[in-house]
């Protein structure tokens, strides 16, 4: 026995003749027909609804109206996930799972795109980096910007720190020196962390250079220095990078020694006059001078 309907509903009822004895049950097997048809709509949905703790299970759900059942495809910022299959889970989610998805309903007779939905998990920061600018190199004086940056959602607060030293010297993604002198050379590091965790960069070092200071000029004996006898002339001075010593006497062209220290062995009365220590590194040089008077000895 058969029933159709208009647009290709209908009932098929065997056997086609039922002999029964009256007052008995007699159960009747059906088939039911639909007519064919395209999705009718199609969407996908999220498990649990809200954002997503990161190791925690994910599940996204597709649904269509349609006829043959369709099959899936799923998407994620437009890349394929995976297909014919109506729940895709995530075991275990991660900032990669955070991302808009939407869900490709099809059968023979068509296919209909869902609305995309955007799925968010939260997650502590991953290794922060640290860049430093300008990023050649930093003299005394200049201005100096670190800049620490680290993925994590909720985004990251920041927080400096120099050397071992437990006080922070910053709190802000960026750490600015204005005008940076050469006692805050050293290693940097910053924290990244929200409510889920923290994670510290490695260490950046910030070495900053300067010309030589004005160099102090030293002579052993200082004083009564009779012909015959020694003298040693010492410079010093604080520059980075080292700085280069060259001796000169006033008056003589070429240089008389190199080096912090200059040693004059059986001095004369024509060694007295002034000499001057030149200091010099590739960012600048200064020059002292100190005399020498040679006592002429007794005969």
């Not at 190199?258 to 000499?275: L, P, R």
């Not at 020059?287 to 040679?294: D, E, H, R, S």
Request: proline share 7%.
């Amino acid at each position: 026995m058969a029933v159709c309907g208009q647009g290709g509903w209908g009932v098929t009822c065997s056997p086609s003749q039922i002999c029964a004895l009256k007052g008995s049950t007699v159960k009747i097997s059906c088939n039911y027909s639909y007519p064919p048809n395209p999705p009718k709509y199609s969407s996908v949905s999220v498990s649990p609804s809200g954002p997503v703790e990161e190791g925690k299970p994910l599940f996204l759900t597709c649904s269509s109206d349609a006829n043959p059942a369709p099959a899936y495809t799923l998407y994620k910022d437009s890349k394929l996930l995976s297909w014919s299959k109506d729940v895709y889970s995530v075991p275990s989610s991660t900032s990669k799972d955070r991302g808009n998805y939407l869900c490709l309903s099809e059968n023979h007779y068509g296919q209909l795109k869902s609305s995309s939905i955007f799925v968010d998990v939260f997650y502590g920061p991953k290794l922060p980096s640290v860049s430093v600018s300008p990023s050649g190199d930093i003299v005394e004086g200049s201005s100096v910007t670190l800049t620490c940056s680290s993925d994590a959602n909720p985004a990251a607060n920041y927080t400096w720190y120099k050397e071992s030293d437990h006080r922070p010297v910053g709190v802000n993604r960026q750490l600015i020196f204005s005008s940076i002198k050469r006692s805050e050379s050293g290693l940097y590091v910053c924290k990244a962390f929200n409510y889920r965790g923290g994670n510290v960069s490695d260490g950046v070092k910030i070495d900053v250079i300067y010309a030589p200071d004005l160099p102090s000029v030293l002579m052993s004996p200082s004083d009564g220095i009779m012909e015959g006898s020694s003298v040693t002339l010492t410079c010093s001075s604080d520059a980075n990078p080292a700085a280069k010593y060259t001796w000169y006497k006033q008056g003589e062209n070429s240089s008389k020694a190199s080096g912090e220290n200059f040693t004059i062995n059986n001095i004369k009365h024509d060694h007295s006059g002034n000499y001057y220590c030149r200091v010099e590194n590739r960012i600048g040089h200064k020059n002292a001078t100190l005399q020498v008077a040679v006592v002429a000895g007794q005969k």
